[in-house]
C-alpha cells in the first residue's frame, strides 16, 4: 500500500528546510516511491515561486530549477501523481463531513481535504504530513500518520 505525501513535505525534498534531511532518510528507506495528488504539482510550482520572492533559496537554485527537478523525479517515476477527478471530490465531501460535524470538530481546509480524500482513494496506509489539522483529519478518518501529534 502506498504511502501518500502532503505537499508541505514534498517541498522540503527540492528546496532546503531545517528538517529536509529528516524527510530524504524518509524517501530513501521507503519502499516505494511517494504518491501524492496531482494537484500538488501545481501548489509546489506556486511554493517554488514564493519561496524565490523571498528569497528562501540557495543563489544556484531558483524556482525553475526546482521546478525541472520535480518534473524530472515525476517523469522518472520517483514520485507517483494521482489524478483529480470526481471522484476525489466525493470523497472529499465525506471526509468533511466527517470532520466538521463530529463533535469534536477539525477545521479541515480544501486542499487538504482534497489530499486526504486522494490518498482515501489510493488505500494509503499512511500520510506524511506536518499538518497538525490533516494528521488529525487523516487519524479520524482511519489513515495512519508519519507523524502523531504532528
Known amino acids: 500500500m502506498p504511502v501518500y505525501w502532503d505537499t ?17 532518510e524518509y524517501l530513501i528507506e521507503a519502499e516505494e516511491p511517494p504518491a501524492t495528488s496531482s494537484l500538488t504539482k501545481s501548489e509546489l510550482f506556486f511554493a517554488f515561486q514564493q519561496k524565490e520572492m523571498r528569497g528562501e533559496l540557495a543563489d544556484s537554485i531558483g ?9 524530472q523525479d515525476l517523469e522518472i517515476g520517483r514520485i507517483q501523481l494521482v489524478p483529480f477527478g470526481e471522484d476525489v471530490e466525493a470523497e472529499a465531501r465525506r471526509i468533511a463531513t466527517l470532520c466538521y460535524q463530529d463533535a469534536s470538530p477539525i477545521a479541515l481546509r480544501t486542499l487538504d481535504g482534497l489530499h486526504l480524500a486522494t490518498a482515501s482513494l489510493i488505500r494509503a496506509r499512511k500520510i506524511v504530513s506536518t499538518d497538525a489539522r490533516m494528521n488529525a483529519a487523516a487519524q479520524r478518518i482511519g489513515l495512519g500518520t508519519l507523524f502523531d501529534g504532528a
Open 63 to 71: 524556482a525553475d530549477v526546482c521546478f525541472r527537478d520535480l518534473e
Open 8 to 24: 508541505c513535505c514534498l517541498l522540503k525534498l527540492y528546496c532546503r528546510e531545517s528538517d529536509s534531511g529528516r524527510f530524504q
